[in-house]
């Protein structure tokens, strides 16, 4: 379960046979369109999910991701996680089996998808899962592994508090990201100090509300990038006063300028 869409009639993608192959890492390939929500499921089997096309919200009790085309989000065996498509979406989906995802990183993360790794996700999600399989088929496999071990995870995390009325407050957040309240008008809100709101917050994930606000802001700006706003009204809309600070802490955050990473789409 867990890649249910309308162009299925709304069932489910049965992931049963995904997961019980005899190949140590099985993909399938879905479609949703824009607005698309899968509820909080889970795997067996270690999962990477890939956007080939479109960007993909991935939300879990630790954190959420947002995935461009270029990168994909890891997780471990077992972690619950729901998946929200902002635009229309295709979806890749790879399952690998817990002694490989061993050797995969320990956190759940966003790697890199070389065009190496693009290929042979594009290969895998096309092998049948309960026939005969050719060693050329358990080949692509470990290739993706060790092409995955090989990359470092990208800056596309965002904590998510278990303080609930931390997660109320990101909540509120992520739904205005050019609310301009200051910490100390949500700690009013919140009947605490300002200093009590900070430390909680710090406390549930491990950054301020400044740094936490200034990169949920960049990730709903990455967002709009990719539905195609022009790089001024993406900067405003997520939060931003000007073009120059929003691109000055674009490119600290993720290694490019908003021209450059549109660039590259």
């Known amino acids: 379960m867990g890649f249910a869409s309308p162009e299925r009639g709304g069932h489910a993608l049965d992931l049963q046979q995904a997961e019980s192959s005899a190949l140590a890492v099985t993909g399938v390939v879905q479609r949703y369109p824009a607005g698309h929500v ?21 939300e879990a009790d630790s954190g959420q991701w947002l995935l461009p085309p270029t990168a994909a989000v890891w997780l471990r065996p077992g972690v619950a996680h729901s998946l929200t498509a902002t635009v229309p979406v295709c979806v890749h989906g790879i399952f690998v089996d817990q002694a490989l995802a061993a050797a995969l990183p320990a956190q759940d993360c966003v790697l890199h998808i070389s065009p ?96 936490w606000r200034q990169k949920m802001r960049l990730m709903a700006s990455v967002e709009l990038l990719l539905q195609g706003r022009p790089i001024t009204q993406a900067a405003l809309e997520s939060g931003y006063q000007s073009h120059s600070a929003y691109s000055v802490a674009f490119k600290k955050q993720f290694g490019c300028s908003p021209s450059g990473f549109v660039g590259r789409l």
């Open 38 to 58: 899968v509820p909080m499921h889970h795997h067996r089997r270690g999962h990477l999910l890939y956007a080939l096309e479109g960007v993909l919200l991935v």
């Open 116 to 211: 190496l790794a693009r290929e042979l996700i594009a290969a895998l999600v096309q092998l049948p899962h309960h026939t005969s399989h050719a060693p050329r088929d358990a080949l692509l496999g470990a290739l993706l592994v060790e092409e995955l071990k090989a990359v470092s995870p990208l800056p596309f995390y965002l904590p998510w508090p278990e303080d609930a009325q931390m997660r109320r407050l990101c909540q509120a957040l992520v739904q205005a990201p050019q609310e301009q309240s200051s910490a100390e008008d949500w700690a009013q809100r919140l009947a605490m100090s300002s200093k009590t709101l900070q430390r909680r917050f710090l406390k549930s994930t491990g950054m301020n509300l400044g740094q």
